[in-house]
């Protein structure tokens, strides 16, 4: 009977900030309800990691709730059935959505990056964008306490803006990893293991990866990351958590008080409108529907929105750089069958390596690479035509795939976005969801500083694969194309639109992810970002989400909400 009773906190969203979240509360004692808008998933039951690609239904090929292949563990995708997005004219903007317990951890890639001292403070480095209110120190218990509960591998390396963790040791290099790695040495680029949050060894009752390599599909045995079985699951084991799967949240409510009281929300099963009771109110819907949440959030009190008397809701969005080049190394072909099996992630990659007083840019960028002899995926080796005598029928086409299966080698650049005027998000005026809620519009702008980071990307991508001796499959794109940019929101990590600042006057919530105006309500995801940074954000939302729950639980302590 949820609806007569009062939570202590209610949380939107159970992905990695409130799982996390919601662990962390649970933890402490509270009563904690989760409205999530997906359904269960449990990843040692529903994960189709042991499967054989032929035995997918549609030989693993897309479907319009899986576009990464119908054996992905993420339910969602670029378009969702009754939930759509508009872009303004002019832009182009692409916004991945996961609708299942978990969220988007259940399929990430895992590369799990601490922001660097330099991260929080970029304003003071090169006067653009805008400085966060904390530092580095004060996430870095946060991050310390993630790393030992969810568990990492990396190695230690002492980069002044790239810092360590605490590593469980990283698997070894593989054999084209190797030659990668060599290239990179030979070109003065960084090149270190990866960081993944996949278990190296056993941790916390889960058993350390068997190197399968099929983490994408989720992990039957638990030994990478995902909310749903090593955030919710611990959360549900308290006793203290209600989980409402189905539950769409519409908005936040409010008291006389300007307080929020609770939150309402579809139940998509039943097609009603509820509402649930909470003290504290904690949206973690990821960045840019929590934004959405607070502007659909208006009442007389708060006439454009929750926390946005500043108007910054929705502003300062971000999304990382990317571009892609793959290369033909002919150095790879009739390899020696051998075991390449692995984690489900490259074992190497490469941080920011240069400094910026060189370059026609600022800020950097890091490198995910890939390639290698994993098990063949439907539809391998598509395009084989492209290869030096690739192709053909018959025989000489099994040849040819034999021969060139594993010579194919990729770089992809991940670089930092500087919020721009431009890029932003706000309700459409007229388009709604399939229950009458507005929809977000979406307006984007990469500016020079992107184009030019990502030519530079560009470059050396090809630089590396004629180092190795390699052959790149496409020409360098135009600068009319942006050098071959992604488009907006296609990286997959977009942040911002709930600024953290000291003023309420141009931030949303303050360091500790609560709302400038309403004392009980706090933002758990990605919103709160103040910049991009060249890392992957998932991380860095962990450890601020249990920063901001540890924060609830002290005012709650003192009495102070
Ligand atoms: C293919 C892919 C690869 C990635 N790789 C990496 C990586 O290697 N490293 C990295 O750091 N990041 C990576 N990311 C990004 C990472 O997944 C996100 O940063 C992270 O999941 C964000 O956490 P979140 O809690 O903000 O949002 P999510 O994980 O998206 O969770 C939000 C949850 O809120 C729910 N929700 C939304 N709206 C509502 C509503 N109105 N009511 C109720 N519930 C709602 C959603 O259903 C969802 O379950 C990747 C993402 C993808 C898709
Ligand atoms: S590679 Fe390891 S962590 Fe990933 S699904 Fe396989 S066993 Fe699990």
Request: charged share 20%.
């Amino acid at each position: 009977m949820s609806q007569f009773r009062t939570f202590d906190v209610c949380i939107v969203g159970s992905g990695a900030g409130g799982g996390m979240a919601a662990y962390a509360l649970t933890r402490a004692g509270a009563d904690v309800i989760v409205l999530e808008a997906g359904g269960p998933w449990d990843n040692t039951r529903d994960s189709a990691m042991f499967d054989w690609p032929y035995d997918a239904p549609h030989r693993g090929g897309s479907t319009r709730d899986r576009p990464f292949g119908e054996f992905d563990a993420c339910i969602g995708g670029w378009e969702v059935d009754g939930e759509p997005y508009t872009t303004a004219l002019g832009s182009r903007f692409r916004w991945w959505r996961a609708r299942m317990v978990g969220g988007r951890t259940n399929h990430w890639g895992r590369i799990s990056l601490r922001f660097g001292p330099d991260d929080f403070r970029r304003k003071t480095l090169d006067g653009l964008g805008d400085d966060w209110p904390i530092t580095y120190d004060d996430v870095k218990p946060y991050y310390d306490k993630v790393d030992r509960l969810i568990g990492i591998f990396g190695s230690e390396e002492h980069l002044p803006n790239a810092p360590d963790g605490i590593f469980q040791p990283p698997p070894r290099p593989r054999c084209w990893e190797l030659l990668v790695k060599q290239a990179a040495d030979r070109l003065n680029i960084t090149c270190i293991p990866s960081r993944l949050s996949i278990l190296t060894r056993p941790l916390n009752g889960r058993p350390a990866c068997h190197y399968c390599d099929q983490c994408s599909r989720g992990c039957r045995t638990n030994s990478n990351f995902s909310s749903t079985n090593v955030l919710v699951a611990p959360a549900l084991a308290t006793g203290k958590l209600t989980l409402r799967t189905n539950a769409m949240a519409r908005e936040v409510t409010v008291g006389a008080d300007g307080l929020a009281t609770g939150v309402t929300y579809i139940d998509k099963a039943r097609g009603t409108e509820e509402h649930v009771r909470a003290r504290v109110v904690v949206v973690a819907a990821s960045a840019l529907s929590s934004a959405r949440i607070l502007l659909n959030s208006h009442s007389p009190q708060f006439p454009q929105g929750l926390a946005n008397g500043s108007g910054t809701v929705g502003r300062y969005i971000t999304d990382t750089t990317g571009t892609d080049v793959a290369g033909f190394i002919p150095r790879l072909m009739h390899h020696v069958p051998h075991n390449e099996d692995g984690v489900g992630g490259a074992h190497l990659y490469m941080p920011w390596w240069l400094d910026n007083a060189t370059l026609d840019f600022p800020r950097g960028y890091h490198i995910e690479i890939w390639g290698g002899l994993r098990v063949p995926s439907a539809g391998f080796m598509g395009g084989i035509q492209r290869y030096p005598s690739g192709g053909g029928y018959g025989t000489q086409l099994k040849d040819d795939y034999r021969r060139l299966y594993g010579t194919t080698i990729g770089f992809s650049g991940r670089g930092e976005m500087i919020p721009n005027d431009q890029s932003y998000c706000e309700l459409d005026p007229t388009v709604v969801d399939r229950w009458g809620i507005p929809v977000l519009r979406f307006h984007w702008q990469w500016t020079d500083h992107e184009t030019r980071q990502v030519k530079h990307m560009q470059e050396t991508f090809r630089a590396l694969v004629a180092e190795m001796g390699g052959e790149v499959f496409s020409p360098m794109p135009a600068a009319e194309r942006g050098f071959g940019i992604s488009t907006g929101g296609s990286i997959i990590h977009e942040l911002g639109g709930t600024r953290m600042g000291n003023d309420p006057a141009s931030s949303v919530v303050n360091g500790y992810g609560q709302a400038h105006e309403v004392k009980n309500l706090f933002v758990a995801d990605g919103g709160p970002f103040v910049s991009q940074a060249d890392k992957n954000p998932t991380w860095t939302i962990l450890a601020l989400a249990w920063r901001a729950s540890d924060r609830i639980m002290e005012l709650r302590r003192a009495g102070q909400l």
